[in-house]
Structures are given as C-alpha cells and as structure tokens.
C-alpha cells in the first residue's frame, strides 16, 4: 500500500517542529485535523503538510499554549489567509493580541481552563503548566478511545499536569535540557537559573524520573519534545532516560515507543490505531 493511503487511515500525530526555534504539532484522522501551536511559518506548515498529503482544508483549528514567539510565529498568517480558528484562554489572548498583531478577529476563539469543548472529531481540554508567560497550557485531546497529552513548556509537573500526563496513550512531553550541559555551558547565570526555573523548562532528569515514577501501561507512546539546540542531544535523552529507568528496576522493552522530535523537521507520523 503506498505510504501516503496508510497515512491518512487511524488517528495520527506528528510534530512538525519542535523546540525553540518554532514549535507545531498536527493530529488528525482521514477527515478532519488539528494543529497545536503555531511557531513556524504558515507556508512551512501548509508545505510540511502538504507533502504528507493532508490539506491546509482539513485543518479545523490551532490549539495554542501561550504566547512565546516559538508558540505563534504562523498564527497571524494561519487565520489571516486561512481562516483556522484558534482555541486559547482569554489570559492567553490577553498576551498575544496587540495592535501590532493583526489576527483575524473571526478566528479568536475563547477556551476556558479544565472545561472540555469539542471541535471537529476531538474533544479537548486545557490545563494550566507552570512557564515564565502570563499563562501556559497544555492540551488533553481525546479521540475515540485513545488520549493524547502535550506539555511542551514547563519547569515543573504539577499535580494537575501529572492527572492529565498519566492517562495519556501518547504523551508529547517536553524534555529540554542535560542539567549537565546547562550547567557547563555558556549561558549567562540569569538565563540558566530561568531555564531550571519551576517556570522553565523541563530537563532530561526531571522528565525521566517523573515517567519512571509514573509509567502505566496505557502508555504507547512517548515523544520528547522541545529539546534545547546549545544544552542538549537526542542521545542524552535517550542515555538519561535508560539510566534512570534502569536504576529504578525498569527495562523497556519497545513498549512505549520513544521518539525524540526533531527541532526543524517534520517526524513521521505516529498511527495510533497501529
Ligand atoms: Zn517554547
Ligand atoms: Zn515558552
């Protein structure tokens, strides 16, 4: 069967990219699908998507965390030229809108926190994460019976986010730097202490420990996200991760799928109904 009819079978995610430098992720089945979060260009995500064989059409909304520059660079464009709508909390709204800032007014739709709303095959839910923007969330997104959780910006797991994080089938989490790196490396002392911050980022220890701690087996699969370009690499995470299950008695065996998302480039897409 050619790649691209197996593609748009099932419920599917993938990250279009992930990381400082623009963060997008998509879901979606052979109707309907939804972005979260829109920082890179909107022709980047038309294109990305476009090569997956999924139309900019079948976008029914964009999901958006909070107000980083890496969170909504596309926004403006997304519902400027293609009418998505956008879903966030009115905090959240509050931060982005500007006059500066020429979002489609047709497209601003108000969220509230932990109040589920449904839109096009999904229902979804908002929570609050602890991140230095006037307000962070993340994304609870059921379909059928299989529940996603993305938590991309966090300095630590709260015990809202951890009831959200441990239902999930598939959990795109954050896992941004080696506390090693960062500590060696040569941010100035300010900028280290907000990255390790509670309302940074999460390191690799940090989200190692809190799924070692945590791991069910309702959960397939794990995507790392928003790894740091200067205080990380895919393989740290991945060693942190082996050592701190292993320490605790735990052995992996290829169940959850792991996958570290790429910072610039689309990831394959992860079938759920596989
Ligand atoms: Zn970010
Ligand atoms: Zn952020």
């Known amino acids: ?67 980083h520059i890496d969170h909504i660079k596309g926004l403006e464009l997304l519902t400027r030229k293609y009418s998505i709508p956008a879903f966030t909390t009115h905090k959240v709204w509050q931060s982005i809108l500007s006059p500066q800032k020429k979002i489609s007014t047709d497209c601003i739709r108000k969220i509230h926190l932990q109040e589920k709303f449904h839109l096009a095959d999904f229902d979804i839910e908002a929570f609050p994460v602890c991140h230095d923007a006037p307000e962070t969330i993340g994304f609870h997104i059921c379909a059928g019976n299989k529940k996603i959780t993305i938590v991309t910006d966090l300095g630590h797991i709260c015990q809202t986010a951890s009831q959200y994080i441990k239902v999930a089938n598939l959990l795109v989490i954050e896992s941004n730097y080696d506390e090693q790196m960062l500590e060696n490396g040569g941010y100035p002392y300010y900028l280290k202490a907000r990255i390790r911050s509670d309302h940074g980022h999460l390191g690799n220890h940090q989200t190692a420990t809190f799924l070692a701690d945590n791991i069910n087996d309702d959960l397939n699969y794990i995507c790392f996200a928003h790894l740091s370009k200067n205080n990380n690499t895919p393989e740290l995470v991945l060693q942190t991760l082996e050592r701190t299950f292993s320490n605790k008695g735990i052995t992996l065996k290829g169940q959850p799928q792991i996958s570290i998302l790429s910072r610039n480039t689309p990831t394959e897409m992860i079938n759920l109904n596989e």
């Open 1 to 67: 069967m050619p790649p691209i009819i197996r593609l748009l079978m099932g419920l599917n995610f993938c990250s279009l990219s992930s990381g400082s430098s623009g963060n997008c992720y998509y879901l979606g089945n052979e109707f309907h699908g939804i972005l979260i979060d829109a920082g890179i260009s909107a022709t980047s995500i038309r294109k990305f998507l476009k090569d997956m064989g999924i139309s900019m059409q079948t976008v029914m909304g964009v999901l958006i965390t909070h107000n």
